[in-house]
């Protein structure tokens, strides 16, 4: 009987810590916020690529695995990706011609290394390299969304 005591307060005092540590964590607002002040477009100043191609060539692998789930295998925005809440997320489609980050290199970077708060991942927090950031944001604007 005391061993079962013993069970059962060790297993509340860990669903306790588990439900504080959940309190703890920052919200997506929090998040962005926090992404968006540690953002330093200067960093990419020091990214160099041998050729055009091969910059592009890592964009296309970056957006295959980090950004095709949502934004969908050819950026239409149609990756029916469905978040822990049971939304399905809606990104922009960058085809279109009124896409607001078009022709910005420095938004689309800023985009993806800090996030939103409906669900586009803080990439830069995640540990994204800036190179690989520069490569995807150059895919997106000179492959998916080519100036018109």
Not at 123 to 140: Q, S
Request: proline share 5%; aromatic share 8%.
């Amino acid at each position: 009987m005391r061993r079962l005591a013993l069970g059962l307060m060790a297993f509340a005092l860990v669903a306790c810590q588990k439900a504080k540590s959940e309190d703890a964590q920052p919200n997506a607002a929090d998040t962005v916020a926090v992404a968006e002040a540690t953002f330093n477009p200067a960093v990419f100043d020091t990214v160099k690529w041998a050729s055009d191609s091969l910059r592009l060539a890592r964009g296309a692998d970056v957006f295959k695995w980090g950004c095709a789930e949502c934004h969908g295998p050819q950026g239409y925005g149609d990756g029916g990706k469905v978040t822990e809440s049971g939304d399905t997320l809606r990104p922009p489609n960058f085809h279109d011609a009124s896409w607001r980050l078009a022709g910005d290199t420095d938004a689309v970077r800023r985009k993806v290394y800090a996030g939103n708060t409906r669900g586009m991942p803080h990439w830069g927090l995640r540990r994204m390299e800036p190179r690989d950031i520069d490569a995807v944001a150059a895919y997106v604007l000179t492959v998916l969304h080519p100036s018109k």
